[in-house]
């Protein structure tokens, strides 16, 4: 089931998954559902008013962010290695011309 995602999630388990309010279901590259259940709502449920409605945008995004977690990763751990040594390399430098 690689092609299901609940919340940007991949659903890999045939196991029930319980939905909560609002809870966003992704089903192939195009097909993202929102579970309404206004009278399940609780304070961990994304919230979903008038003024601020999820959208299927929100919903790519989420998808977008958890696929690419792990790359995330890597690269702000790069980035900081990175400016780590540019900075040891900067002090070095400063220190030969005092």
């Known amino acids: 089931m690689p092609n299901i995602k609940i919340n940007g999630f991949k659903f890999e388990s045939m196991e029930p998954k319980q939905l ?4 966003r279901i992704c089903i192939g590259p195009s097909a993202i559902f929102l579970f309404k259940n206004r ?9 979903d008013t008038e003024e601020n409605p999820i959208l ?3 919903a790519c995004d989420e998808v977008y962010e958890a696929e690419n977690a792990e790359e ?3 690269q702000d751990e790069t980035k900081a290695k990175l400016k780590a040594d540019a900075d040891a390399t900067m002090k070095a430098l400063n220190e ?3």
Do not use: G, L, R
């Not at 909560?20 to 809870?23: I, T, V």
């Not at 009278?39 to 919230?47: G, N």
């Open 39 to 47: 009278s399940k709502e609780t304070a961990d449920s994304k919230p």
């Open 20 to 23: 909560e309010a609002n809870d």
């Open 72 to 74: 995330k990763k890597i």
């Open 56 to 58: 299927f945008d929100d």
């Open 96 to 98: 030969k011309i005092d």
